[in-house]
């Protein structure tokens, strides 16, 4: 089991950045993979970034490539979403998920991910 709390929205105007933190507790933080999603209203909840246990690898959605980085620090229990020129359509509750999975693939999909986050609201305004 662990607890994923998210923090570090906000409302922010188009071009500014945000950084958001998930703090994770319980099973020991290393050996899982971390993503990050996000859902804005009337929409489906849509994978934003992914980190494996190390933090070497990374992956993004194409939509928030070369905008967001996703890191982590294992000694802290925390992975970071740093988001840069940040736009309007950004705007989503965003959640922190957990992802048990063996191997070292990736995932996009919210299936693939067991433990989530709260969320916190992002709101760019124009």
């Known amino acids: 089991q662990v607890q994923l709390v998210d923090s570090g929205g906000g409302l922010v105007q188009a071009g500014a950045s945000l950084r958001l933190s998930c703090a994770a507790s319980?099973?020991?933080?290393?050996?899982?993979?971390m993503g990050w999603f996000r859902q804005a209203p009337a929409k489906e909840r849509e994978f934003v970034a992914a980190i494996t246990r190390s933090g070497i690898t990374t992956h993004y959605a194409d939509s928030v490539k070369g905008r967001f980085t996703i890191s982590r620090n294992n000694a802290q229990n925390t992975v970071y979403l740093q988001m840069n020129s940040l736009k309007p359509e950004d705007t989503a509750v965003y959640y922190c998920?957990?992802?048990?999975?063996?191997?070292?693939?990736?995932?996009?999909?919210?299936?693939?991910?067991?433990?989530w986050g709260q969320g916190t609201q992002v709101t760019v305004s124009s």
């Open positions: 998920a957990a992802d048990y999975s063996s191997g070292y693939a990736l995932s996009d999909r919210a299936s693939g991910y067991t433990y």
């Open positions: 319980g099973r020991t933080f290393s050996t899982y993979k």
